[in-house]
């Protein structure tokens, strides 16, 4: 582990550092929070098993996740200590460190999936990437996961009124709980680790996520309704400490962005099949009502939203306004 000392002075040897054949090998902690059938999840295996390769097995990846290590609440502080190397926040919490990152949180941004690769892919995406550089952070890429769907308990969920006077968990984001503000539902922002436990226990009546984190941690078993609503991006900005970045070789630095972008394309692909994929297997496997807003109850939720466009484009900043709105027409 001569290479991990000499990268990483203060942080602890994951391993006995007395195996052989390791001792130049420089390892890189990836924490995340969900479950490993996941976008997020997957995504992660699949850069280390590409850093492996295109490094002939000299620079490892250790993945850790379903918030073993931090929680989606302390892994941005541990990434700024060089406790761990590699985090893929859920872009709606990095509205704590900038607010710009908001633009992804307003209501039906992306219509669909295509838009959102275009938006993260694009202008949007490399600006709020750049955004990281005065926190210290570099900026790696976006591992979009989908759009958000609404589960609850007191359903059916179909106009918007109807979650009026509702306990929702939801992440921290000043937009998202703006938004259920509108909805006159009452909007708690908890780890995602927690949101099981708040919805079994009836703490809750229900959350906003994707179907494959609805999927991986089997809400859907404590859920009696789904509305596939499809109002919220929810996707990735994976991201190092600067230091650490600067701290590594021209080589290193070569093969890390290499396998980032070959993952972030398999990613764009392997997201959305993943997301169809497990809608298919709760459907098969569970008896929650799903209900899918139609075109007319759609244009009900955008009317009602649309206020936020107004109360936090400031904020946002015009230019990345300007992008959303020429991204949609
Ligand atoms: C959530 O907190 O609901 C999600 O951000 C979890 C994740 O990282 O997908």
């Not at 494959?212 to 078993?221: A, D």
């Not at 109002?231 to 230091?243: F, I, K």
Request: glycine letters at 8%; proline letters at 4%.
């Amino acid at each position: 582990y001569i290479g991990y000392q000499k990268f990483f002075p203060q942080a602890e040897l994951p391993y006995d550092d007395d195996q052989e054949g390791l001792s130049d090998q420089i390892v890189f902690k990836f924490s995340h929070v969900v479950a490993e059938n996941t976008p997020k999840g997957q995504a992660a295996a699949k850069f280390a098993e590409l850093v492996d390769k295109k490094s002939n097995g000299t620079i490892q990846i250790v993945v850790f996740p379903n918030g073993s290590l931090y929680s989606d609440i302390e892994e941005i502080s541990a990434l700024k200590d060089e406790q761990v190397h590699l985090i893929a926040p859920s872009t709606s919490k990095l509205g704590m460190l900038s607010a710009e990152w908001g633009v992804l949180d307003l209501p039906f941004a992306f219509p669909n999936y295509e838009a959102i690769i275009k938006g993260v892919h694009g202008p949007i995406g490399e600006k709020l990437l750049q955004s990281l550089e005065k926190e210290g952070l570099k900026g790696l890429a976006h591992w979009p996961n989908g759009l958000k769907q609404i589960t609850t308990n007191k359903g059916p969920v179909i106009e918007p009124e109807d979650l009026a006077g509702q306990n929702f968990r939801i992440m921290q984001s000043d937009i998202i709980q703006a938004q259920y503000g509108l909805l006159g539902a009452v909007a708690q922002q908890e780890s995602f680790n927690s949101t099981f436990n708040l919805i079994e226990e009836g703490k809750v009546d229900g959350e906003e996520n994707t179907i494959s984190n609805i999927y991986s941690r089997k809400f859907y078993t404590v859920q009696k309704h789904l509305t596939i609503t499809e109002h919220g991006y929810l996707g990735y900005a994976v991201m190092m400490n600067q230091d650490v970045w600067d701290r590594q070789s021209e080589e290193t630095q070569q093969i890390l962005l290499e396998a980032m972008e070959e993952t972030t394309a398999w990613n764009d692909e392997n997201a959305h099949k993943l997301n169809e994929e497990q809608l298919a297997l709760i459907k098969e496997n569970s008896s929650i009502q799903i209900h899918e807003l139609s075109g007319p109850e759609k244009q009900r939720w955008i009317k009602k939203l649309n206020p936020l466009y107004e109360e936090y484009g400031e904020v946002i900043g015009k230019e990345l306004m300007e992008n959303l709105r020429e991204l949609r027409e």
